[in-house]
C-alpha cells in the first residue's frame, strides 16, 4: 500500500470518526435531556465527554495533518479557493467545539451531582444546555461543508 492511500484512508476514517462522534453524541444528549432523567442524562453526558476526548480530539488533530500531507504529495496549489474555504469551515467547526467540550464537562459534572443527590438539574444545566445546542449546529453544517469540498474541490 502506498503512502498516499495510507494517508488518505486515515483522513477519511478520522473524518468519519470527527462527524459520526460529534453527530451520534449530540444526537443522544439532546435527546436525553428532553427526558429530563437526571441519572440518564448524567450517565450520557459523562460518556459525551469521554467520546470527545477518545474520539473527536484525536481526530481533529489527524485531519490536517493528513490533509496537508497529501496536499504535498498529491501536487495541490495550498492556495486554491476550496482549501481556504476548507480550512475556513474547519476552523468554524473548531470555533463552535472549543466552548461545546467546556460546557459539556459542567454539564456533566452538574449533572452528576445532581444524580448522586437525587435532586433536580440547576437552571445552568438547562441555560448550558442551550448554548451547547446552538453552538452544534453551525459546527455541524461547517463539517457538512468540508466534506462537500473535500469530494468536489470545486475551481
Known amino acids: 500500500m502506498s503512502t498516499y492511500l495510507l494517508l488518505k484512508w486515515t483522513h477519511i476514517l478520522s473524518s468519519v470518526l470527527l462527524v459520526g462522534t460529534g453527530f451520534g453524541s449530540a444526537f443522544y444528549l439532546y435527546f436525553t435531556n428532553r427526558t ?16 470527545d476526548f477518545w474520539f473527536t480530539t ?12 497529501m496536499m504535498s504529495m498529491s501536487g495541490y496549489n495550498f492556495s486554491q479557493t476550496w482549501l481556504f474555504w476548507t480550512l475556513g469551515l474547519y476552523v468554524l467547526a473548531g470555533i463552535c467545539w472549543l466552548p461545546v467540550v467546556w460546557l459539556q464537562l459542567l454539564m456533566a459534572k452538574m449533572a452528576s451531582v445532581a444524580a448522586q443527590n437525587q435532586a433536580q438539574l440547576p437552571e445552568y444545566y438547562w441555560q448550558y444546555s442551550r448554548y451547547w445546542e446552538w453552538l452544534g449546529y453551525p459546527a455541524f453544517i461547517a463539517m457538512i461543508g468540508v466534506y462537500w469540498l473535500m469530494v468536489f474541490k470545486p475551481v
Do not use: D, H, M
Not at 442524562?41 to 460518556?47: D, T
Not at 484525536?58 to 500531507?69: E, S
Open 36 to 51: 429530563r432523567n437526571t441519572q440518564a442524562i448524567a450517565e450520557v453526558s459523562r460518556l459525551v465527554v469521554k467520546a
Open 58 to 69: 484525536p481526530a481533529i488533530i489527524i485531519q490536517p495533518l493528513t490533509g496537508f500531507a
